[in-house]
């Protein structure tokens, strides 16, 4: 069920969320979700904290994710997914929008805008999507003074230090980067594009006791893996972080190329929610309710006299 402008809120911050469900037993999963109807629908299936996704995003803008989009362009499908559920979100960070006074800044306005956690990786810009080819990488020290930075701005954020190194540099110098940026701050560490069950495997062997994400995208470099195996490989969390977009994407595609040819969508009901299945998802009637509830017609009871 939405939450209704009016319905109680959590009082707990975001962050705090965030973490407390990282501490119960078992893998979070984090489907990705930057629209509020996605994150709806998502909530509406059981999960209990969503993805943003910088590719998703920036491809819902018609741009490639290359590091172009902004922070308040990000902030914009924050407030949207936060407002809508509720559900603590991770959001990824790109490389920080800048330097360390730059991620600051997109701590706090992540915050402000409901966020529950970050996620910042060790690229340069223009970066590239985590599984594609010739990625050029910050300095561990710079990379380091960044986390140092989201760590100093936070009030509650959970902050997870993405390492892009096993590529070009490989297992060793990423974990050697891991655990530079746990002391300088991270929270967490996401390992990205390990391209067997066997690396992530021992990417978490020698990383005891640390909270690990995985990133499960298809048409990249991992192999498709279930929650459970990545549960059982020694993850704390795993996204599927442009899956629906993807499919949404398609189906837009099928839709398009259908009326072009046909004239209309008449041929296309089956596959489309109805408009009460719409309603009910993003609670149309609650909200006719509270406004009918606040805005009643008074009737006057008689004239004022003359003065």
């Known amino acids: 069920m939405p939450y209704v402008i009016g319905a109680d809120l959590p009082s707990q911050p975001a962050g705090e969320r965030f973490r407390a469900l990282l501490e119960r037993p078992g893998i979070l999963r ?17 999960f209990e904290a969503l993805y943003l996704s910088g590719a998703a995003m920036s ?38 929008y800048g330097e360390a006074l730059n991620v600051m800044h997109m701590v706090r306005a992540f915050e402000d805008a409901g966020a529950g956690a970050v996620h910042l990786e060790d690229q340069l810009l223009p970066k590239k999507c985590g599984h594609l080819n010739d990625k050029k990488l910050a300095s561990a020290e710079d990379m ?37 940026y746990l002391e300088a701050g991270a929270d967490a560490i996401f390992p990205e ?3 067997t069950r066997e690396m992530f495997a021992e990417f978490a062997r020698r990383m005891p006791g640390v909270k690990l994400l995985a990133n499960m995208t298809e048409f990249g470099r991992t192999p498709f893996l279930t929650a459970q195996e990545f549960e059982a490989l020694g993850y704390a969390m795993v996204i599927w972080p442009v899956s629906h977009l993807r499919v949404a994407a398609k189906a837009w595609e099928q839709l398009y190329a259908q009326i072009a040819a046909e004239g209309g969508a008449h041929n296309a009901l089956d596959r489309m ?15 006719e309710e509270l406004d009918a509830s606040l805005v009643k017609t008074v009737i006057p009871e008689g004239m004022p006299q003359r003065g």
């Open 193 to 195: 594009a390990l391209t």
């Open 144 to 180: 380091a003074a960044k986390v140092a930075a989201a760590r100093k701005a936070r009030r509650h954020l959970y902050i997870i230090a993405r390492t892009d190194a096993v590529a070009s540099e490989g297992m060793d110098a990423a974990v050697d980067r891991a655990k530079r």
């Open 30 to 46: 984090m489907p990705g979700a930057h629209l509020g109807l996605a994150a709806l629908l998502a909530q509406k299936q059981g």
């Open 273 to 287: 929610q109805t408009r009460a299945e719409l309603y009910a998802t993003i609670g149309y009637h609650a909200y």
């Open 59 to 96: 491809a819902t803008m018609g741009l490639p994710d290359l590091g172009m989009i902004t922070v308040e362009d990000v902030c914009f499908y924050i407030r949207q997914v936060a407002r809508a559920t509720a559900l603590p979100v991770l959001v990824d960070g790109d490389t920080g």
